[in-house]
């Protein structure tokens, strides 16, 4: 059977584009030269490097000598955090959200195992941040903050731009974690006070095993992959040309697809959400529908368990991911739901749809028309759904 | 992605006997909407008294849901003593197995009927002396001894995988690993006869023959028996094995675990160093 893929789990991964793929072949052919090389062969690789810095720049209003490339989202995450934590041996606490990516909230774990201490604020039910809490939290020890821009699993946009000016003002390094929100938001480093910010690849369209780390100029920074001189000897290790490459090509088309993101993208995710919530009794949306990414949308089913959808849903190619205890690999429902205060209900049944500029409307029709009858298939199995479906017969 | 079984796939996406029996002679409800799988069973006799039919209600991912068709699909026609002996491994075993993680589905079956079981003879549905353990989860230690003993489990992540116990925040991991070391104590009777070193040699290459390497050969992989010196057993890995970087968990997991479970409980594997 040759079934059409419905891809709409983009914030796991996403395909990469193929001009992206057509401008990186050459690097794993014909232009294999070490950029470091003496030789013109090796030269002409440093001189398409120094392109894709440029337009990595571009895309967040850096300066092309504020972008390290590294090999991926978490590695710049470490990246920053260790390098503000190496920068000033003296200070021994971190503050961070309830809701980081593993990236973050692993490496903070691992972290308090060697004498440092951390701090994760609160987000209220809708997922928001609030800032007093930052300020509250900030101590003459704390060494960085990091927060990320949006999160990956419901797309809500922590307002990061306001609290690293609360950062600058006590002097202390801010970092973000803006895998998510670097093509969907415009971005613009001049205009405001963060000083490290993480970007992946895979995220937008380049492929996977490339990242950038953006240390703001001025920033103290201490490598955390030790080596040759590469990226002016901020990261050790020759350069993945090929994909670099592919970053800057990312980096550049999302530039010119950043106004799409707002308005296909942004309808095509809200005709969705506003069909299967209209549809679909016992539904609603995880986090808050303002502060959000245009290309998220995070939708509980009550009464059902994640797993069960996404494998029905795979029945007719259909991606997306759930919040659910069984997909995550614990045994618990996903820790952004568990501290947004989501009830068991409703975050056992959470799915994710992630969308990119390469959906259409077909597709999103085509999910649309599948997923009631399958929430209603499952529904019929579950014994909780019995006993509201009657209550509300009754009523 | 899970790696469901083509019959757990299969039993998902047509699930046989969803519902409530009319008028049940037996019915029971296990698990929570908190700890993220439920299931509610029933069933009715008929007048040889073997169950005629099973119906169930799950809440849950996709082997839940099949581990619970299976389970109905099972016992229908059997009498309720013969029930009583399906055990969490038989409704594994039927489904062709299940990813370890997901163990614990198979455990809620067994949990359901024998909850129905018991709702039918009117039988004390806790016994005695019956203790939480696990606190997020409501585990007793009478189901981790259970499952320790039904499955020769011997670490604490096995209990978590079949029982859920220990699986949130963690606390009652201790209490678990001392349950472990009391069973498998237990589980050593000194009447086992002791194997000479031949006897022990031949049931560890049947063993290895039988069950062992077609799950093995399955994945492209193979094992061979270099040498047993007392409970140390020394093998090496071939084909895919010898490559995968997994193979160590399979060694202690399953090879280890099977050896266990069908020739000595004090079995010990060893990989050879190549």
Redesign the interface.
């Known amino acids: 059977m040759n079934m059409k893929t419905v891809y709409l789990d983009n914030n796991a991964t996403t395909r990469v584009a193929p001009e992206v793929l057509e401008a990186m072949l050459p690097y794993f052919s014909e232009l294999y030269g070490n950029p470091s090389s003496m030789h013109s062969f090796g030269g002409q690789v440093a001189q398409k490097i120094r392109e894709a810095r440029e337009q990595v720049a571009a895309l967040i209003g850096a300066s092309p000598e504020e972008i390290i490339f590294t090999s991926c989202g978490t590695e710049s995450d470490n990246a920053a955090i260790r390098s503000a934590l190496a920068t000033q041996p003296e200070k021994r606490h971190i503050v961070t959200s309830r809701v980081e990516h593993p990236a973050i909230k692993s490496l903070c774990l691992n972290l308090a195992g060697q004498g440092y201490r951390f701090t994760e604020l609160a987000v209220e039910k809708n997922g928001i941040l609030d800032l007093e809490q930052l300020v509250k939290s900030l101590t003459p020890d704390t060494a960085v903050i990091s927060l990320m821009w949006a999160n990956n699993e419901t797309g809500v946009i922590f307002p990061v731009e306001e609290a690293a000016e609360i950062a600058r003002e006590r002097g202390i390094p801010f970092h973000t974690d803006a895998v998510q929100a670097v093509g969907k938001l415009p971005i613009d480093m001049k205009k405001n006070a963060i000083d490290m910010l993480s970007l992946s690849g895979h995220k937008l369209h380049a492929p996977k095993g490339i990242g950038s780390l953006y240390v703001r100029k001025g920033t103290r920074f201490s490598p955390f992959l030790i080596g040759g001189h590469q990226e002016r000897g901020r990261r050790g290790g020759t350069e993945n040309t090929p994909s670099i490459v592919g970053l800057g090509k990312a980096c550049e088309l999302a530039g010119r697809h950043l106004a799409m993101e707002n308005t296909t993208v942004r309808r095509l995710r809200d005709k969705l959400e506003t069909a299967l919530l209209s549809h679909i009794p016992k539904s609603r949306v995880n986090g808050d529908t303002e502060q959000r990414l245009p290309n998220t949308s995070n939708i509980s089913f009550e009464?059902?368990?994640g797993?069960?959808i996404l494998?029905?849903m795979n029945?007719y190619g259909i991606c997306a991911s759930s919040g659910?205890?069984?997909?995550s690999?614990?045994?618990?429902?996903s820790h952004v739901l568990r501290a947004m205060g989501v009830p068991?209900?409703m975050a056992?049944g959470s799915i994710r749809f992630s969308l990119s500029v390469y959906n259409t409307e077909e597709e999103i029709d085509f999910v649309i028309q599948k997923l009631p009858a399958i929430i209603e298939r499952l529904r019929?199995?579950?014994?909780?759904w019995?006993s509201v479906s009657q209550a509300c017969e009754t009523e | 992605m899970w790696e469901y079984t083509d019959k757990v796939r299969e039993h998902f996406l047509n699930p046989r006997n969803v519902g409530e029996v009319e008028q049940p002679d037996g019915v029971a409800e296990v698990g929570s909407i908190a700890c993220g799988d439920a299931l509610k069973l029933s069933f009715k006799l008929d007048e040889n008294k073997r169950i005629k039919e099973a119906k169930f209600k799950t809440f849950g991912c996709a082997s839940a849901i099949a581990s619970s068709s299976a389970l109905t699909e099972m016992i229908k026609g059997m009498t309720l003593e013969e029930a009583a002996q399906v055990s969490n491994k038989d409704i594994a075993g039927y489904l062709g197995g299940l990813p370890d993680e997901k163990m614990h589905c198979s455990v809620m079956g067994k949990e359901a009927l024998e909850k129905a079981i018991e709702n039918y003879s009117g039988s004390p549905a806790k016994e005695p002396g019956e203790r939480i353990i696990c606190e997020c989860f409501g585990v007793t230690d009478r189901d981790i001894e259970r499952a320790i003993r039904d499955n020769n489990l011997s670490t604490v992540e096995d209990v978590t995988n079949y029982t859920k116990a220990g699986g949130g925040c963690g606390n009652c991991q201790e209490a678990i690993q001392d349950i472990i070391d009391r069973v498998r104590a237990e589980a050593r009777p000194a009447g086992v006869p002791k194997l000479t070193n031949i006897q022990k040699i031949r049931k560890i290459e049947e063993a290895l023959e039988k069950e062992i390497r077609p799950s093995l050969k399955h994945d492209g992989g193979d094992i061979e028996l270099v040498d047993v010196i007392g409970n140390r057993v020394i093998v090496a890995t071939r084909g895919a094995c010898a490559t995968c970087k997994a193979s160590g968990i399979t060694l202690k997991h399953f090879v280890e675990a099977k050896l266990r479970d069908l020739v000595s409980p004090d079995l010990n594997i060893e990989e050879v160093v190549p």
């Open positions: 009464f059902i368990e797993e069960g494998l029905m029945e659910s205890a069984c997909t690999g614990s045994l618990q429902p068991f209900t056992h019929g199995m579950s014994p909780y019995t």
